[in-house]
T-cell receptor
Framework: EAQVTQNPRYLITVTGKKLTVTCSQNMNHEYMSWYRQDPGLGLRQIYYSMNVEVTDKGDVPEGYKVSRKEKRNFPLILESPSPNQTSLYFC??????????????FGEGSRLTVL | GQQLNQSPQSMFIQEGEDVSMNCTSSSIFNTWLWYKQEPGEGPVLLIALYKAGELTSNGRLTAQFGITRKDSFLNISASIPSDVGIYFCAAGANAGNNRKLIWGLGTSLAVNP
């Protein structure tokens, strides 16, 4: 089954404790992206990757890091989480071909709470 | 960042009614997309539009790419309870390279059985 898998789905942590949210896709997609969703603010892009070893900032990259060492994986790293990073996070991927980068497949989301 | 103007913000309708929602922008886009998000899940692509004036259907859903390339609408006919969710529009500026989509804030739809 074609899917984007995120882990963990739920996490409560404390300020400053480094954490990683993993994302893996099994569709051989070139393009991957991270979004955060907050009430009243919609979906905001954090980082995206057009292919292996190619990453770029989205609209709200501060406080986050990403890496793309393999095509299927795109982890989101919070080096020193703060309460304003409490949010619902989504990983998404697409083929990256002619029209494909808009046709995103989303994971089920990771709800993060930073105390 | 740039955002699309999506309206209405929320809708509460009776089962069987038709629904219409739209997105507008002051900028021109080459791609318009509509996604649906159900509670506890990630958004799912409903319809993708790539040509100005294009009208595309997916079951009871119909979407159009505005002729000015600055807007799009989504219609749902004969709504049913499983239509409940948040509907998002998204638009891409660069044909063939929509690396950064612009998103609307969503239309929350509730359907009374």
């Amino acid at each position: 089954e074609a899917q984007v898998t995120q882990n963990p789905r739920y996490l409560i942590t404390v300020t400053g404790k480094k954490l990683t949210v993993t994302c893996s896709q099994n569709m051989n997609h070139e393009y991957m992206s991270w979004y955060r969703q907050d009430p009243g603010l919609g979906l905001r892009q954090i980082y995206y990757s057009m292919n292996v070893e190619v990453t770029d900032k989205g609209d709200v990259p501060e406080g986050y890091k990403v890496s793309r060492k393999e095509k299927r994986n795109f982890p989101l790293i919070l080096e020193s989480p703060s309460p304003n990073q409490t949010s619902l996070y989504f990983c998404a991927s697409s083929t990256g071909l002619m029209h494909g980068t808009g046709e995103l497949f989303f994971g089920e989301g990771s709800r993060l709470t930073v105390l | 960042g740039q955002q699309l103007n999506q309206s209405p913000q929320s809708m509460f309708i009776q089962e069987g009614e038709d629904v219409s929602m739209n997105c507008t922008s002051s900028s021109i886009f080459n791609t318009w997309l509509w996604y649906k998000q159900e509670p506890g899940e990630g958004p799912v692509l409903l319809i993708a539009l790539y040509k100005a004036g294009e009208l595309t259907s997916n079951g009871r859903l119909t979407a159009q790419f505005g002729i000015t390339r600055k807007d799009s609408f989504l219609n749902i006919s004969a709504s049913i309870p499983s239509d409940v969710g948040i509907y998002f529009c998204a638009a891409g500026a660069n044909a063939g390279n929509n690396r950064k989509l612009i998103w609307g804030l969503g239309t929350s739809l509730a359907v009374n059985p």
